[in-house]
C-alpha cells in the first residue's frame, strides 16, 4: 500500500493554496489533496462535461454565457449519477489514509470539493463554445 500511496502524492504534486497553524484539518486536506486533484483530473472533467452536455444538454451550445454557467452548477450539484461520477474521478486519487479522512468528514468535504469543481469549470466556460468531441 506504501508504494501506491507514495506514487499518487508525488503524481499529484505539490500543495496548493496555504496553509498555516490556524488552518483547519478540513481546510488543509482540501490544499494538500483536493486541489492538487481538481488540477491533474481538468482535462478529464473538462471532457465529462463536454460528454454530459451532448448527451443530456443538447441545446447547451446555443446558450448564452450566463445560462451555460447556471447549467454548469446545475449538472454538478443536482444531478446525482453525474456528480457520484465526479467525485470518483476524485476519490480514485486518495491515498488510503486520506481516505479514511474523508469518510469521517465526508459531507463537508464534498461540498468544498464540488464547489471547486463547479468554479473550475466556470472559468473555463469558453472551452464549451464550440461543440467538440
Known sequence: MDKRDNF?????????????????????????VLRPILKLQNDLFVASFKNYSAKYKSDFYSQTTEKKLSTIENAVQKDIKYRN?????????????EYVF???NSSNLNKRMMN???ERLKSQV??????TL
Open 116 to 118: 471547486m469543481l463547479i
Open 102 to 104: 474523508y469518510i469521517n
Open 85 to 97: 461520477a465526479l467525485k470518483g474521478m476524485v476519490i480514485g486519487l486518495f491515498t488510503a489514509e
Open 126 to 131: 469558453q472551452l464549451f463554445e464550440v461543440e
Open 8 to 32: 499518487l502524492k508525488e503524481f499529484r504534486g505539490a500543495t496548493i493554496g496555504s496553509i498555516s497553524s490556524q488552518s483547519s484539518t478540513e481546510e488543509m486536506f482540501q490544499n494538500e
